[in-house]
């Protein structure tokens, strides 16, 4: 990207600020409606109202903490982000190294349907999951038909939220999985054994630093949208203990309480800034590298 | 395999990944591994399409059978009878594209500075978009729904085309931005050297060129956009309703399930443009461009 | 008619100078080289005159009249690039036609004059076809088609062949060659290739650091380099250092004389390997050396030899001379240079020993 201005552009002043004034627009949208936002927020809910002027004060935090409901619903959104994270891997990975190795039809149609879901908005795979998970859904229908009668419907528990969130990001993670497997050209792994590698260090030193960047930024975009989800939780899950993203907008909508929903969501920020920072991190330098390529 | 490799024992793990590596290949090879994909994916990715489809042609369908009892139409004249999704569905697409026409206005002259002038700070700021991902979303909504809750623009137009706009930056900026630095530069000299103005050039060297990339991302925020139901959920609602966000009360608090799956099948319009302009999609690397990968 | 001058051309990137005081006339339908390895400037040079880059100082003239206040799209020139710059969304016709259409030429006139430029580089027939569907030697053409339907007082060439292989290459030549003749254009055709230089140029400017080290019809350049630099970069050429003291220059065992007037201690000495003649004896100014190495070149060999005390030098041999490697040989310089630090070179120029008379070279 550096590399593609010749040198006779020479950064003048006046061509700098026009560059700025390019840039300004969207900049000031992201700062305006990102940064400050949960600058502000983060400000807000460590303040107090101490007669009339402001003050520092945790005590919104140790509220959230104290109470039963809140602490519940933060851990149940760790338990569902945890066990789902896992269940996408332990799904993704097989299917990524399949689709890297495996030529022909099969392995076409394997990945069209695997591609398949980045086709249907969240609200429609929620109404979709209902009419099959649900009671008397269809896949009740075909398991009776089968003769199976003991089906229990996973609608409205958490295992319905893992299944649909599962199935929301099995594309974008197979895709980025796929494609940093896809770096890793067979002659590269050839040449470690010829000098000597045995296959665990072809494993360690080989592929694992080549594909460490896609699993990052698969890793931390899922753990992001799961922790920061709202439509599979709030149409498909239970309605005690709630995701985060369900009771912050309870909290907000139904309840009118905008200070708690503020430190319910600086709360999720907090979780989730290392994850945010190690994704933008990740995506940075894999950019740098492309670039020097 | 080298000779100090045979000699030497293999630790034991060795045997373990060449082994899986084996059963991957074998798996591959006899298309097992492939198959037992394929049958799942068909049955968890298909079925609840699967359902959605047959229902919003069903009149009457009655547990357990596969299909319909009834098949019919009559549900639809039913459905776009009601006013309320008479209203919310011109209403989704005007509000779609007018996003995407504010998000075309502001991020395509800035995508044009950050591939071609020089100034301070290019590479940080462009990478700052990447901020758009980088917070569990809806705890940003909250944080902004907040400070628009003190603006008073909860349930106002200007207030869900805002929060909207966020969403579409990062991919309005980035793919924009890569086509520019991939038109080679001494094309447009060579226009220039034929004789043509600055403008000319742009206008018919530079932007032809680009165009594929442009469409690809406008068509990506329209469609995103289309579907975005979040941030007009928390910010729109009592008085802006948009489509999607109509569908949670369709999916919440409708006895006929008819009426979802038709809304359903109508929403999936825009996606299945996407779907047939799939491959294209892929190849230009635009569908993940969205999460900064 | 066309003349370009250069007056006194300067261009600084920052501090850096990539071309600083170049001054030269192109006469009309002269066809000049600039010759100089990369990142000597002559890129530079081409693309101010094409517009692209604006001079720090100095003046571009064209028929006398200045054009550094234009911009590239109205300077009559017209350039061919180095890498294939055909636009790919446009097919031949409209590649050739845009800088027409922008003239507003008449249909029928644009029509006749692209099919009369793609018939000057034997592409006719091709109007329809898009760029991804020509092989790069037929880009090239096109781009060069591109460049003269236009009519150009000057064409300018930025080592258009370097990205072709090599029979292409000299094929692309020779047709440029003959079209430059025909139309008795003027142009300046950078490159850092000497035998494409050599080839087509009436005249060639050698460019080395942003300078011109010289400038002079190839043969001239070949056979009196102006400069250590011109000598080195042109043809093959033995360079040896010595130091000079009375009217001599001592190289290894043997001392050559030099002319008057050398003042400098340290001198080079520039033999080209054809000037060196094989005897058939001992002589006291050829030297006694072996042979490391043969080279068979088809009409000719080439040989490097082992010279006691001197870096090993380079000789063209007949093939009627029978040698064979780690064979003994006494050569003779008949013609040599001698150039002093920075100065022009002195000429000295001798007849073959009368002692040695039965000559093998």
Known sequence: ?293 | MSAQQLAVPPPPIDGFWSGTRRSFQTMIRRNGFGLIALVLLALVILGPLYSVVLWAFAERWQYPSLIPQVFGLSFWERTFARADIAEALPFSIVLAATVTLISAVICLPASYAFARMKFRGRQLLLLSFLATNAFPRFGLYISIAVIFFRLNLIGTLPGVILIQLVNTLLLMIWIPTAAFQGVDRSLEEAALDVGASPLRVFVQITLPMVMPALSAALLLTFVNTFYEAQGALVVGLPRIVTMPVLMYSLINSQLIVQYGAIVSLVLWAPSLILLILAQRLLRGGYLTAGFGV | MAILDLVRLDKHFGSVAAVSDVAFTVSDGEFMCILGPSGCGKSTLLRMIAGFETPTGGDIRIDGDSIVALGANRRPTAMVFQKYTLWPHMKVFDNIGFGLQLRRLPRAEIKRKVEESLALVSLSGYEERYPAQLSGGQQQRVALARALVLEPKILLLDEPFSSLDAILRVRLREELHRIQRRLNITAIFVTHDQEEALTLADRIAVMNSGRIEQIAAPADIYANPASLFVADFIGAMNLLEGEASGRQVRLGAVALPTPDGIAARQVTVAIRPEDLVVLDGPHPEAWSCAVEQISDLGHYRRAVLEVPQLPPMKIYLPKSLSVQERAALHVYPRRYLIYENGGAPREVSRPLPAAAAALLG
Do not use: H
């Open chain 1, 1 to 293: 990207m550096t590399a593609a201005a010749p040198p006779q552009s020479s950064p003048s002043w006046r061509k700098g600020i026009i560059a700025y004034l390019m840039v300004a627009p969207p900049l000031l949208l992201m700062i305006l409606l990102i940064f400050i936002p949960a600058l502000q927020s983060t400000a807000r809910t460590l303040t107090i109202d101490v007669n009339g002027e402001p003050g520092f004060s945790i005590s919104r935090y140790t509220a959230f903490f104290q109470d039963p409901i809140s602490v519940s619903n933060l851990f149940f959104t760790f338990q569902v982000t945890l066990i789902t994270l896992a269940a996408i891997f332990i799904l993704c990975f097989p299917l990524a190294i399949y689709l890297r190795f495996a030529t022909g039809k099969l392995a076409g149609a394997v990945q069209v349907l695997a591609l398949f879901p980045l086709f249907v908005p969240g609200i429609i795979l929620a109404y979709a999951l209902i009419r099959f998970l649900g009671t008397r859904g269809t896949l009740d229908n075909v398991l009776s038909i089968v003769g199976f009668t003991g089906y229990r419907t996973p609608y409205l528990k958490p295992d319905a939220i893992i299944f649909g969130l599962v199935w929301e990001s099995i594309p974008f993670t197979v895709l980025v999985l796929t494609a940093g497997l896809r770096q890793i050209s067979d002659s590269l792994i050839e040449s470690a054994r010829d000098v000597g590698a045995n296959s665990w260090q072809i494993f360690w030193r080989i592929i694992l630093p080549q594909i460490a960047r896609p699993v990052l930024i698969v890793f931390s975009l899922n753990f992001l949208g799961i922790f920061g989800s709202y439509t599979i939780p709030y149409l498909l899950g239970p309605a005690a203990p709630q995701m985060m993203g369900v009771f912050m907008q309870q909290t907000f909508g139904q309840y009118r309480r905008p200070d708690d929903a503020e430190t319910q969501a600086v709360i999720t920020f907090i979780i989730c800034a290392f994850i945010g920072f190690l994704y933008v991190r990740t995506v940075a330098t894999q950019r740098k590298r492309e670039e020097s390529e």
